[in-house]
């Protein structure tokens, strides 16, 4: 049974750092494709990064503050967020592609975790 915990968020001030994390469980990890979402109230759903066994990539609007990584030993994806800005605030979640697939293709996505949410305020 493929199954994605989000956990990592919380209310941190502008300019500050958070740390999320996506346990993966029910699947082998490298096979598929893992990607970070958020969507704020309002507002669509936004990817924002990316992380296959060869590649990973990550949204404009983030890029030089969001890392993305994967611990395969613990089958943990990572997404580490630094100078953390109040148009960040939303509720983050971590998806898995349908099939076996990289982030080189448009992906499928097949399951999703239940979210984390993230506020950013002074």
């Known amino acids: 049974q493929v199954q994605l915990v989000e956990s990592g968020g919380g209310l941190v001030q502008p300019g500050g750092s958070l740390r999320l994390s996506c346990a993966a469980s029910?699947?082998?990890?490298?096979?598929?494709?893992i990607g970070w979402f958020r969507q704020a109230p309002g507002k669509e759903r936004e990817g924002v990064s990316c992380i296959s066994s060869s590649t990973s990539s990550t949204a404009d609007s983030v890029k030089g503050r969001f890392t993305i990584s994967r611990d395969n030993a613990k089958k943990t994806i990572y997404l580490q967020m630094n100078n953390l800005k109040p148009e960040d605030t939303a509720v983050y979640y971590c998806?898995?592609?349908?099939?076996?697939?990289?982030?080189?293709?448009?992906?499928?996505?097949?399951?999703w975790g239940q979210g984390t949410q993230v506020t950013v305020s002074s």
């Open positions: 029910g699947f082998f990890l490298d096979y598929y494709a």
């Open positions: 998806a898995r592609s349908r099939n076996p697939s990289s982030c080189y293709y448009k992906v499928d996505w097949g399951s």
